[in-house]
């Protein structure tokens, strides 16, 4: 009778321990998963943020905001991609890193450059949530002491240089 229950426990605690190691293996498998498709979603972002049309989005964002840095007759198309961009950062679909490391520099000067426009378009629609997410995935990036950007009229005016392709000699 002794044998039978200790066979028994054996059996159950057998059981038991199938069971968790099938579970984390699942949870595993599931996290690898995670982490391929927010790397293939990185990789989407990434070729469309380079894809000629945005590049010339870039380029004339850049050059409207250059000519009148006070302009609010801009496409907003850059500004949506960062929306979106930040919205799923703030979601954990995106890993910070990467997407720091390929993004930060336009993320950051961009809503420097478009600070005004963001305001002009929350009070003309009355929508204080407008770009909400592009601002603060900027704000978050720029408060990160061990990645500190200097951001001011000078920086911001050279990276729109840079981004409208505009060399020295133009100037």
């Known amino acids: 009778m002794i044998n039978d229950a200790m066979v028994n426990l054996l059996t159950m605690i057998g059981i038991w321990a199938g069971i968790f190691a099938a579970l984390y293996a699942m949870w595993q498998q599931n996290k690898i998963a995670r982490e391929l498709a927010c790397v293939q979603l990185f990789l989407q972002l990434t070729q469309q943020y380079d894809s000629e049309d945005m590049q010339r989005k870039r380029e004339l964002l850049a050059s409207a905001l250059l000519k009148n840095p006070n302009d609010c007759e801009i496409d907003d198309t850059v500004l949506t991609f960062f929306e979106n961009l930040a919205h799923l950062c703030r979601r954990g679909l995106l890993e910070d890193e ?72 133009e100037r």
């Open 98 to 169: 990467m997407t720091w490391n390929f993004f930060s520099v336009d993320v950051i000067f961009f809503h420097a450059a478009v600070a005004h426009y963001i305001q002009f378009m929350r009070a003309k629609f009355n929508a204080l949530d407008l770009f909400v997410e592009f601002e603060n995935l900027s704000k978050s990036w720029q408060n990160k002491k061990y990645k500190g950007v200097a951001v001011n009229d000078s920086t911001t005016t050279e990276f729109l240089r840079w981004t409208a392709r505009i060399t020295k000699d």
